[in-house]
């Protein structure tokens, strides 16, 4: 008896959970499910792909779908709609609209009594997860995030808006003097100029101007004027060579404070290094889904974050197993 | 309404557990109960202290009893003893009787119907939560734990039953090459000598013999013979000087790959820094402690280890509050 899985979208992180599965013996995938004509789509592994609107014509063989769309648009639809009739994962990440979309979600999965994981990944995920526990284990303490080294989609973006810009990446750089304050225990108050900086590769098109690109790059509100950004011009090879890979990481620390006087110090730190951000994010999501199948045969429903799920959900063995080789 | 809270046993743990509940405003300590002659107990706050005879007289007034014993011969008897009448939670770490102590403690909780929360602190306990969460995420990996540099009770107390030997403190310390190793993904098969030193400090009597006691302590079975060992004979002021504290911390590094041809690398590092092992332990415990009090709230009952406690258990704030803040 395997979990069969369904994966709603078929982008990178589509094809992270399709390879993720792979890795997963109790786990089996069904199929990938797309907005776009299914004969178009090729497979990693050669697996069936339908067409999205078919999809409630599955809905006997699916114990779990993955719902792979983007935070912006396709979450907001997609998840309180397959809630209805699935049990779904998601890895809505708008951190703000979190709250707006659990509720919406948690009525469409109540509705249809099934499990609908939200916001599942690294952050939000487990660096959430890591947060949380900072925070109930050492009152008296702060936490810090810090990200990186990685690639931002969203700023890379942003760069190629520009005018006169034909292809671009950004990496987003933790600033190792802070990240060493924290280490230290210094509990402080750090701007979002002294946690991160920006560096960014640019492809610009012939005979462009590269000082206003750099200065418009510079400038930008939200995304670059607030931080230390670097702008390095390379050759389309060089983007290709050095920059196609989707590397990224970060940490999460607790600094805390405990004793009568509070005269001893404690950090606990957590951090990622990740050669595929989408890759990471699926195996967690796949974990997770295992997880939201097993809740649900016990009869739960609602919609769940990560806060909800007791760590032995996400197994494959048994608590007995777990609590004999991992505890 | 707070949770209200009993200490059984008044050693540095449960001292370490008086002060960590100073610090979460929804929780209150009772009593201390001792099996010493009460009058002769003075805490840290003034707090009331009990004869551990007379637990049952205060068993309505009680929400969860933290039992602060030892794990060879106190909890053993201790955590199903008590946990026939009421919640409470241990810091059980001998992994190899964990299944055996498991079995017990579930049978009088159930029998009770409380929550016994057992095992917690950081190892077993938070260390074995990364082990879990390292394993669910990334199935192709391996994961290492690394203990230090920190003072092993155990270790400590074995130098000092030499013949000669006054005092002693001993650190266990990990090999840095070995982490360095892990850290950068090589999946190795590490010995216990590459994985820690143990750098010992003694206090001798007056004309003791150095050599043999050197000797003594580099070549005793199970505690140093497997490790490079190196040992310093100081004066008893040197000791008090500079090892009265008790720090400890330590690693959870879990390697692992993903892709479809396994060709991405992800490192996950969870890492401890501690000025003080007891308090930094009691403050996981009385975290642990509140989800006792609320899963026996939500009318669960029996056996439980960190694996079996969703993250949201352990906050004093509400669900809505961690999904908007933490998230």
């Known amino acids: 008896m395997t979990i069969k899985i369904g994966i709603m979208g078929y982008g990178n992180l589509g094809k992270g959970v399709e390879c993720a599965i792979k890795q997963n013996p109790d786990m089996e995938l069904y199929g990938v499910f797309t907005r776009r004509e299914p004969d178009t789509v090729k497979t990693l592994t050669g697996v069936n792909v339908y067409h999205s609107d078919d999809i409630l014509n599955h809905k006997d063989k699916l114990d779990v779908v993955i719902i ?19 049990n779904v994962i998601d890895s809505f990440d708008t951190h703000a609209k979190i709250p707006e979309h659990f509720n919406n979600v948690d009525d469409a999965a109540k509705k249809g009594g099934n499990i609908a994981m939200i916001s599942v990944g690294w952050d939000p995920g487990m660096f959430s997860l890591n947060r949380l526990y900072g925070d109930c284990i050492l009152p008296e303490g702060k936490d810090y995030t810090f990200w990186g080294k990685g690639v931002s989609q969203g700023h890379s973006d ?9 292809d671009a990446r950004q990496y987003t750089i933790p600033v190792d003097e802070a990240l060493e304050k924290v280490r230290n225990g210094e509990i402080c108050e750090l701007s979002t100029r002294e946690k991160h900086i920006r560096e960014c590769f640019v492809v610009v098109e012939d005979g462009a101007d590269r000082q206003r690109i750099e200065q418009e790059i510079k400038t930008m509100p939200n995304y670059f004027a607030d931080y230390d950004t670097t702008v390095n011009f ?38 990622l290094k990740l050669d595929s ?30 806060f909800d799920v007791a760590p032995a959900y996400l197994s494959a063995k048994s608590p007995e197993e777990l609590r004999k080789t991992m505890l």
Chains 1, 2 share one sequence.
């Open 277 to 306: 951000n989408p890759e990471f994010t699926a195996s967690v999501i796949v974990a997770y889904a295992r997880a939201a199948y097993k809740m649900s045969k016990d009869g739960l429903s609602g919609c769940k974050t990560v």
């Open 68 to 86: 792979c769309g983007g935070s912006a648009t396709d979450l907001p639809v997609q998840t309180p709609a397959l809630a209805e009739n699935f």
């Open 234 to 271: 390379i050759s389309e090879e060089e983007l290709k060579r050095d920059h196609s890979g989707i590397p990224h990481g970060g940490f999460v620390i607790r600094s805390g404070v405990t004793g009568l006087n509070k005269e001893h110090k404690h950090i606990v730190e957590y951090s």
């Open 158 to 166: 942003a760069i190629r808006r520009i005018d006169g810009v034909k």
